[in-house]
Each structure stands twice: as structure tokens, then as C-alpha cells.
Nanobody
Framework: QVQLVESGGGLVQPGGSLRLSCAAS????????MGWYRQAPGKERELVAT???????NYADSVKGRFTISRDNAKNTVYLQMNSLKPEDTAVYYC?????????????????WGQGTQVTVSS
């Protein structure tokens, strides 16, 4: 069964750092884009950062200069290094990936989401 498993969330003080990880497992032929999204209480899910298979990255304006997305293709894992955290970064963070997988009708690219990990920034 193909799945994305996240880890690394928690409680941190303002100005602190956290590193999120997301590992893809199962019968995967290849991984295209990967990314992180977040959803704060009462708000819609929003893009945080994405990274293409070739390594190009994209960030939300609110996290530029503070967050860094990276990936380890050998481990099928994407990371989000979060520095200088602010209370407004508090949210559930979700991993997302486009995976080339075997389906009942053949090989195709499917969009997968992780279960989410809570990040709370508070003193």
C-alpha cells in the first residue's frame, strides 16, 4: 500500500526551529513533485513549499527566507526545515506527492497526502 508518513511536528517557542520529514513507501516507480501544505484552525489549506523532481523549489511569501524544502530521492523522503518560527506558523502540516504507481488499469501518476502533523509555535 502506497502511503506518505510524516514526522517531526511538535511544540516550539517563537524563534525556534523544527524539521519535518515525509517518507513515501510502497510500490512506487518514481516520485515527481513533492511539497508541504498547512491548515490553521478556521482557515483553508495553503501551500507552504514545493520541490520538483529536478530540485527546483517554490515557497509561499510568508515563509521565504525562513523555511527550506529539500528531498532525498534515494530515501523517497522530503524535508521541511523551519527556522525563526512565528505563532502564525501554527497549523497542521501536510505532505503531498505525485507518485507514479501501479494501478488496476496500468501505471499512472496519482496524488497522495500524508496524515498531517501538528506544529504549534507558542511561548
Amino acid at each position: 500500500q502506497v502511503q506518505l508518513v510524516e514526522s517531526g511536528g511538535g511544540l516550539v517557542q517563537p524563534g525556534g526551529s523544527l524539521r519535518l520529514s515525509c517518507a513515501a513507501s510502497g510500490s512506487i516507480f518514481s516520485i515527481n513533485g513533492m511539497g508541504w501544505y498547512r491548515q490553521a484552525p478556521g482557515k483553508e489549506r495553503e501551500l507552504v513549499a514545493t520541490i520538483a523532481s529536478g530540485g527546483s523549489t517554490n515557497y509561499a511569501d510568508s515563509v521565504k527566507g525562513r523555511f527550506t524544502i529539500s528531498r532525498d530521492n534515494a530515501k523517497n523522503t522530503v524535508y521541511l526545515q523551519m527556522n525563526s518560527l512565528k505563532p502564525e506558523d501554527t497549523a497542521v502540516y501536510y505532505c503531498n506527492a505525485q507518485l507514479l504507481v501501479q494501478t488496476l488499469v496500468g501505471v499512472s501518476t496519482r496524488n497522495y497526502w500524508g496524515q498531517g502533523t501538528q506544529v504549534t509555535v507558542s511561548s
